[in-house]
């Protein structure tokens, strides 16, 4: 069976986009054909990003409350079940002022990951199905990578924001494997053996509306509100809980994977480790 695609998780900061391109170089390298998604893709062939959904109703009401947008949202919207689909960020990139922001701000309070959370479960799977289902008729000797959308969106939507059981964020997750077992699908886990030290590296790394945003999502809601955390500390707390889950999906999880310990950043190792990997999960594959 025809190994079509490669999912690259770990915890923000872990390295997961470089290693993600990292691995998609390599592949190129060996000649085959690659489409890479990272995090925040507007284009993901399996997840949403700045999606909001509506039913009939409420998109009735939307248009009504925004009549200036009435045209935009009519000819934008993509109907589904029994609703609409908004690509409101695709929309604001577009249109920019002509998109007014107090607009956006409305309709982002129905995007799919502030739903709940068995709405949101519910949309996303069926995302993924449709996904499997478009490449096994695609039939294209493509290999697809998706970074963090197959354990980092699940849990982020499910533990640090619902505070949902376990058993509810471990079925979350069976569900996609399930969804995209006919792809053949290899997971690599990116870990990082200190959290703290990794969240502190992101944090001074990247800009300080990330950083501020991030703990304010990860302690003002679902499971570190219900533990009353606060500030970065608090937020390492979480993304321990985080790690504790990953790591016990990791290991329930049937599809082929691989843990890869990047808590040195020393890409030449993973350049090599990646190679082996790779060597291996493909070598397999052609051996059917």
């Known amino acids: 069976m025809a190994r079509q695609l490669i999912l690259v998780e770990g915890l923000p900061g872990s390295g997961k986009s470089t290693i993600a391109q990292m691995i998609s170089n390599i592949l190129i390298q060996r000649g085959l054909r690659v489409q890479l998604f990272q995090e925040g893709d507007l284009n993901h062939p399996a997840d949403y990003e700045g999606v909001a959904f509506y039913t009939v109703d ?7 409350a925004h009549e200036a947008c009435r045209d935009i949202l009519e000819s934008r919207a993509i ?8 690509p409101y960020r695709k929309i604001k990139e577009e249109l920019g002022e002509a998109f007014p922001d107090h607009t956006v701000q409305k309709i982002f309070s129905r995007d799919i990951y502030e739903l709940p959370f068995e709405q949101n479960k ?3 799977t069926s995302k993924w199905r449709s996904f499997t289902e478009s490449v096994l008729a695609a039939n ?3 290999v697809i990578i998706f970074e963090c959308c197959f354990i980092q969106n699940p849990l982020t ?3 640090v924001k619902c505070n949902q059981s ?3 964020n471990v079925n979350y997750v069976l569900e996609l494997e399930r969804m995209v077992q006919a792809l053949n699908p290899l997971l690599i886990y990116i870990d990082q053996k200190d959290i703290a030290h990794t969240f502190d590296k992101a944090v ?5 509306e990330w950083s501020e945003g991030f703990i304010q999502y ?6 570190g509100a219900s533990r009353g955390y606060h500030g970065v500390p608090g937020t390492v707390k979480v993304l321990q809980a985080r790690k504790e889950l990953e790591t016990e999906i990791f290991q329930i999880l049937k599809i082929d994977k691989y843990w890869l310990d990047n808590s040195e950043y020393n890409l030449s190792a993973c350049q090599i480790e990646l190679e082996n990997i790779l060597n291996e999960a493909f070598k397999d594959v052609e051996g059917e």
């Open 157 to 159: 939507m499910g533990l």
């Open 58 to 64: 409420e998109f009735g009401d939307l248009l009504d």
């Open 79 to 86: 109907a589904y079940r029994n609703g609409y689909l908004i």
């Open 122 to 124: 519910d949309l996303i």
């Open 166 to 168: 376990r058993e509810d």
């Open 204 to 208: 001074k790394e990247r800009p300080e």
């Open 218 to 223: 990860y302690t003002n809601q679902g499971w």
């Open 140 to 142: 294209e000797d493509t």
